[in-house]
T-cell receptor
Framework: GEDVEQSLFLSVREGDSSVINCTYTDSSSTYLYWYKQEPGAGLQLLTYIFSNMDMKQDQRLTVLLNKKDKHLSLRIADTQTGDSAIYFCAEASVTGGSYIPTFGRGTSLIVHP | DTEVTQTPKHLVMGMTNKKSLKCEQHMGHRAMYWYKQKAKKPPELMFVYSYEKLSINESVPSRFSPECPNSSLLNLHLHALQPEDSALYLC?????????????FGQGTRLTVV
């Protein structure tokens, strides 16, 4: 079955870059996502990448996809204390005609002043 | 407007109560989802509605009953819940019957069963 793995914690200093990594197993994955969840809140869609792309950049966020190694990363440039949250990687592949995402366990990003 | 609105934000209910969670979106999305999230865990899929029809039920107990009255609304009716059903319930929507990029979540309903 599908499996998405993420490291559980990442601690960085304010102003540094953060890199959150994710690996997945389903080779038929078509869309890969990064969501941010702050305490007590829902999931905020940060960005997504289609599986035929290698990279996507959106302001401070850069997503890199290595499809051969099934590795996805999210780089946050100039990390701020407001970036402290849990970051979920998700991959969506076809299940019964629908693209249903499988989520990783989430990486808690802690940003120190 | 990329908003999925869920009400109420918080709900406390007894094990004999009947309550409903509501979800609304006006993005023209034709697929809507219910997820359950326990503390420090990823969201778990419960139901998927595609074009107002139930397309996926992830073996959810019958005390949870989904309803999709129209393409903008999704309800989750709750009856005879157990304390272990306490969780954050998240609604999501996507453009078509698939999580194809535009897939947004609401802020969730924090449910406590006492």
């Amino acid at each position: 079955g599908e499996d998405v793995e993420q490291s559980l914690f990442l601690s960085v200093r304010e102003g540094d870059s953060s890199v959150i990594n994710c690996t997945y197993t389903d080779s038929s994955s078509t869309y890969l996502y990064w969501y941010k969840q702050e305490p007590g809140a829902g999931l905020q869609l940060l960005t997504y990448i289609f599986s035929n792309m290698d990279m996507k950049q959106d302001q401070r966020l850069t997503v890199l996809l290595n499809k051969k190694d099934k590795h996805l990363s999210l780089r946050i440039a100039d990390t701020q204390t407001g970036d402290s949250a849990i970051y979920f990687c998700a991959e969506a592949s076809v299940t019964g005609g629908s693209y249903i995402p499988t989520f990783g366990r989430g990486t808690s990003l802690i940003v120190h002043p | 407007d990329t908003e999925v609105t869920q009400t109420p934000k918080h709900l406390v209910m007894g094990m004999t109560n009947k309550k409903s969670l509501k979800c609304e979106q006006h993005m023209g999305h034709r697929a809507m989802y219910w997820y359950k999230q326990k503390a420090k865990k990823p969201p778990e899929l419960m139901f998927v509605y595609s074009y107002e029809k139930l397309s996926i039920n992830e073996s959810v107990p019958s005390r949870f009953s989904p309803e999709c009255p129209n393409s903008s609304l999704l309800n989750l009716h709750l009856h005879a819940l157990q304390p272990e059903d306490s969780a954050l319930y998240l609604c999501a929507s996507s453009r078509l019957g698939r999580f194809d990029g535009e897939a947004f979540f609401g802020q969730g309903t924090r449910l406590t069963v006492v």
